[in-house]
């Protein structure tokens, strides 16, 4: 069976940290990019980072720059979402989705949910406290 399953959330102060955990089977990550996006009440669902699994490459939003670092583990079939200084903004449920995307269109569109058909985690909540 093919599943995405994603952890490590909890509650964490503001300024602190924690690891995120996107774990796969079912599938391998060859040729995958791999992303977390993350989804706050009341807002629309918003791309955090990404990763290719190919060759490495990673994009993040914005707001995330600096404080996020992105990884993986592709003979264990694993992500990792590293998040540091976190702030009360960054509170959300996080989620990991994997889509087969070609590597010249991954910049313009792996923060949209919509490119990802093939495969979604089922989230793990991330509480920072101020």
């Known amino acids: 069976e093919v599943q995405l399953q994603a952890s490590g959330g909890g509650l964490v102060q503001a300024g602190g940290s924690l690891r995120l955990t996107c774990a796969a089977s079912?599938?391998?990550?060859?040729?995958?990019?791999i992303t977390w996006f993350r989804q706050a009440p009341g807002k629309e669902r918003e791309g955090v980072s990404c990763?290719?699994?190919?060759?490495?490459?990673?994009y993040y939003a914005n707001s995330v720059k600096g404080r996020f670092t992105i990884s993986s583990d592709n003979a264990k079939r694993t992500v990792f979402l590293q998040m540091d200084s976190l702030k009360p903004e960054d509170t959300a449920v996080y989620y990991c989705?994997?889509?087969?995307?070609?590597?010249?269109?991954?910049?313009?569109?792996?923060?949209?949910?919509?490119?990802?058909?093939?495969?979604w985690g089922q989230g793990t909540l991330v509480t920072v406290s101020s």
């Open positions: 990763i290719s699994s190919t060759d490495a490459s990673t």
């Open positions: 079912g599938f391998t990550f060859d040729h995958y990019t």
């Open positions: 989705a994997a889509e087969r995307i070609p590597p010249t269109l991954v910049q313009k569109t792996w923060r949209d949910p919509r490119v990802y058909t093939d495969f």
